[in-house]
């Protein structure tokens, strides 16, 4: 009994001592969908915002790479870096055309043509949070269910 205490104990202040959490992303529920044309048709790298498709879009909005084609990548905005001030920051794009998205704050930097949003850049330690895709018939729908 005292050594599962034990381990319990340095379990508990092995994670309370980590900066960075892979939960530090609210888990939010949400399906939208997206009409890709006009909008957002021929472009590379997309920002979708809460109240754009009049329904939550992930903490505070997704980033959307187009794979080309019908082949779609979403994550959360939200940096994955536990911010020394307490603060929630958003990556923000680059530049149009350019994968990588950077949090203005920690300046982590993220790249988004891939299914995991890796991290190309730190401090932050975990990878943007993903979200599944469909895309049919000019609509692309994003959900974390």
């Not at 997206?34 to 980033?63: A, E, H």
């Not at 939200?78 to 990556?91: E, I, L, P």
Request: proline content about 6%.
């Amino acid at each position: 009994m005292k050594k599962v205490a034990i381990w319990i104990i340095a379990t508990v202040i092995c994670f309370a001592c980590n900066k960075d959490s892979n939960n530090i992303i609210p888990n939010v529920s949400f399906t939208a969908t997206v009409n890709i044309v006009p909008q957002y048709s021929g472009k590379s790298l997309f920002m979708i915002m809460p109240g754009s498709t009049n329904r939550i879009v992930g903490v505070n909005g997704v980033v959307v790479w187009n794979n080309g084609g019908d082949q779609f990548y979403a994550f959360d905005r939200m940096c994955t870096h536990k911010h020394d001030d307490g603060r929630v920051y958003f990556v923000e794009k680059i530049e149009d055309g350019n994968p990588i998205v950077r949090c203005p704050q920690c300046k982590s930097e993220f790249l988004v043509a891939t299914e995991y949003g890796d991290i190309i850049k730190d401090p932050a330690i975990y990878p943007l949070k993903p979200y599944a895709t469909t895309y049919r018939n000019g609509q692309l729908t994003i959900r974390n269910n």
